[in-house]
């Protein structure tokens, strides 16, 4: 529940509670309402009049009919005023009246209220003209005393109306909207009235209002009050800083003003439009609540300044915006007003205020006693409310803050400018928490300011008070220097030792905005906030200075912050800050991943502020300069991988103290970034201009940092590349030749794949056995020599032949080809290509062979020879002359067969000027069956017939007797075998 603190809203001067005023207890409110007639001084109750229950802040409670009676029923105790506004009910104008009451539990029994009841009964007959025409088509609008509307209508073509109207003074309205915009004629007449008016013979008076200071239009409500005769008879009203408008009559007077600015009076000089400046009048309205250090009692005090240009509103006449008219008009004074603002401080503070769920009562109010003075007076007036039950630790155990809902009026001009101020005073031990939306605050323990409120509505809350925190991390306390990289500096994160390394001798920058925190309104908030930074005793401080730098030298130094919040709360901690001014320590060994050879090695170390490096077995001392330490050069190999050690790696601040920062190797090794103590590289490309260099930098946390360059030179190590190339003649590609033709040995294609040079050839012919050939023996050399790239040649033998090339670059590195060269002889190469016959053959007939020969060769065989053998002997050797080249002939042999029987028969072709190589296909061989001669078929017959005979025999004796097994037969056996053979006989 919210501590609701009802303040009131001044309309002009009167305030107006968002909150109506509550209470627990409440009255009745009963009345009659009466008329009494103005002409016949008649009597009576009065029926059908609206009758409204207003607070003091003009708010209507309640509104009702008169039946005569009005009852307003449960009214909250409390003072009221009842309002009745001019009426127009049937032919009949009842005037207002205004009664200010108290309620109380007895409620208010209010016997009567009376008002003036004038009839409307007088004729007017009216001809409106215009420069004595008739002025047609005009609307008519008529106002009674009360500024009440009781007639309206429209002139005729003859410009004449005729309307009945209250007895007496009234306002004629004229307006048409010819001639280009509305024109609007006032005119005070009498009634009854007969008679015209030409309005041609109306003033016009029409001018701009504008702020005297600035210049500008203003365009808040401008007011025209009319009097004649010193009596005020009409208010007009206009907008968007002009006022256009056109008076019958004579003797008057105006007086203008605008919401929020001077009074001022119109004097006619008969110049128009004219332009008036008014002032700005500021009044101001002060407003203070202040709670006891246990919220049991809260005092409430309201001071505001009340001029002429601050009317009631509430009260009657506040339409013409001028206090003064609105007092004597209604015929009120200082005791009056006195009473009315006494009566009234339940609307300016209300009726109860809340905490939480505890009620608030009015303990007493008090008005400081004040005179009218139009120039400006002063209104004060107190209250003091009370609760017995309130207990603050029990709401916030349970929401954790008193939250004050506080009412509120912005800043408005209406009559006057009113500016309202609000201040809350609170117990020392509380704090505003919260960022208040709706209006300007300042302070935040003891008194609270609100201005400049935008919204009827802010809400403050409020806690105990806390000391803001400090909380130091990595993202939260910020670090930087020119050329700083990204990294964690705090060596030590607890909050007890927090401790940071930087750069020394350089501006250093602290920030602490993301490291504080506002615990009672729970957010970061350092452009608030007071710093106090302490650096060895030089003090820096200021609201929102959560960012400082320092030039430190080398070594340990202290850092106080102490830090204030909105709230007063202080809070502090210390920083070690460690300044870092020294080179790292290190050393180095470059050497062969395989092998224990060492290439080259190094190393670093700062004493006394002072850096040395040792190369060589020899120390120097290094002169700052920014340029890195140059070593070499060294001769390293290529495609040989190398190991990069860095080691010993130490950083001091000053050369002494240790730093506790790790040290970070970067190798650049040909372009190419390494981060490690440990790299291995391999150099792929040899040196070929100058130098490659091994760049490494040592580098501690905060960027000190120092650069070894090492010229090294790395060794070719790759062979070249030999090509061959054998080009015969027009330059042609060929891999085969014939015996004396030249050919081109061409080697200029080889390379080194390294971008090298190569720097020597040789030249080696071997033949096909592998046996070295010189010169002038199987070859010549035409053009060049075997150690040129380039060179031509002619083979007088021909055979196959090996042609190496061995090329070396300009490192020493080589490599050979071997290429075969084939060299083909100039030769016929004769070609038996087949042998046939006609019939067969016949032992002891001629038989007639035909053999085909071809000559495939390059040369013509001048002579050549056919060779016939017959089971492998020579039986025949004929020779022949000029076979040309690719010439085919048939060569014709004959031969007779010696008996009958199988013979294998061979021919063979050769030339002597054929080469061994081309004898290949100079033979064919065939088996041959030759027939027998026909005179020796008889014997043969006969043969024949003897041989089946002894075959009969044999089967014969087979079937009779069978074989016996042969054995040697005694004398008997014979005998027997005889006689049986002779028997059989």
Partial sequence: ????????????????????????????????????????????????????????????????????????????????????????????????????????????????????????????????????????????????????????????????????????????????????????????????????????????????????????????????????????????????????????????????????????????NGSYPITVFLNKVKNYYNYSYTFSTDFKYIYMNCTFLLNNKTVLRVLPYSNTDILYYQMKLNGFNSTFLNKFFLNSIRNYSGSYITLGNYIYSLKGSSVTPFTIDYSGFTVQFSAVYYNSSVNTSSLISSMGYLPVYLNVMQNNQLGAYNIYNYTVSIPSNYELSNNVIGATTSGYINTISVTNATVGQVELDFKERQKPQIILTQGTFGIYWKGMTPGNYIINSSASNFTVVVRANLNVYFNASNAVRDMVRQQYSWKEMKFQWNMDGNIKSGTGLANVSEILSPGIHTLNLTVTDVGNNTNSTIIKVYSDGAYPDASSLIKYTIGPENIVSWNLYYDNSTLFYTYNGNTTKYTLSGKSIELGPVTVLQNKQLSLNAYNLKDTLNGIIPSKENVNVIWNISGSRYLGNYVNYTFTYPTRNGYDWVNVTYSDLVGNNITVALKVFVKDTVKPVPVIVFQGKNNTTVNQIFENQPVVFNGTGSYDPQNGTISSYSWTIENSTGKVQSANTTFVILNGNLNESKLTVKFTTYGTFYIILNVTDASGNYNTLNKTLRVSPVAPDLVLVNFTWKGNLTEGSQTTFYVNVSNTGNAQASVYYLEFYVNGKLEGNVSYSNLAVNKTTMLIYNWTPPSSGNYTIKFVVYSPQEPKIYIGDNAQSKVVSVQQAAWKLPAIIIGTIAVIVVVAIVIWRLRTKGFRKFEKKTKTEQKEEKGGLLHKK
């Fill in 1 to 268: 529940m919210a501590l609701v603190i009802v303040s009131v809203i001044l309309v002009g001067t009167i305030l107006v509670p968002l909150i109506p005023a509550q209470g627990t207890q409440s009255g009745n409110v009963s009345l009659v309402v009466m008329y009494k007639d103005t002409e016949t001084g008649d009597l009576d109750f009065l029926q059908g009049l609206n009758v409204n229950l207003m607070d003091y802040s003009g708010n209507i409670i309640s509104s009702s009919i008169s039946n005569p009676v009005v009852n307003f029923g449960n009214v909250q105790i409390g003072n009221y005023i009842l309002s009745v506004s001019p009426q127009k009910i049937g032919t009949y104008v009842y005037g207002g009246a205004f009664i200010p009451i108290t309620v109380n539990t007895t409620g208010v029994n209010v016997t009567t209220i009376t008002v003036a009841r004038t009839a409307i009964n007088k004729t007017v007959n009216l001809v409106v003209k215009n420069s004595g025409l008739p002025a047609s088509g005009y609307n008519v609008y008529a106002y009674d005393y009360y500024n009440l509307l009781f007639f309206s209508g429209v002139t005729g073509s003859a410009g004449n109306i005729t309307f009945n109207a209250t007895k007496g003074p009234f306002i004629l309205e004229l307006s048409t909207s010819s001639g280009g915009g509305l024109k609007n004629y006032y005119l005070q007449l009498n009634a009854p009235f007969t008679g015209s008016i030409d309005i041609s013979t109306f003033k016009h008076i029409f001018g701009i209002v504008k702020d005297s200071a600035t210049g500008s239009i203003i365009y808040n409500t401008i007011y025209v009050n009319i009097f004649q005769n010193s009596s005020l008879w009409n208010t007009l009203t206009f907008n968007n800083g002009v006022f256009n408008f056109y008076l019958g009559g004579s003797n008057y007077s105006i007086v203008l003003t605008a919401d929020g600015y001077s009074i001022q009076n119109l004097y006619f």
